[in-house]
């Protein structure tokens, strides 16, 4: 049974690096929002 938990170990490490890229592009998407209604105010 010992080698069955090293695939749940690899799946636990691609999930955390998924949750990692999934936070950098909220965090991007977040910055996006902040900057484009200052770009718009910048236009008015």
Same mark, same amino acid.
């Given at each position: *049974?010992?080698?069955?938990? &090293?695939? +749940?170990? +690899?799946?636990? &490490? @691609?999930? *955390? !690096? =998924?949750?990692? !890229? &999934?936070?950098?592009?909220?965090?991007? =998407?977040?910055? +996006?929002? &902040?900057?484009?209604?200052?770009?718009?105010? @910048?236009?008015?």
């Amino acid at each position: *049974g010992h080698p069955s938990l &090293i695939p +749940e170990v +690899e799946t636990a &490490i @691609d999930l *955390g !690096q =998924l949750m990692l !890229q &999934i936070n950098e592009c909220n965090v991007n =998407l977040d910055s +996006e929002k &902040i900057r484009f209604p200052l770009i718009v105010v @910048d236009y008015n």
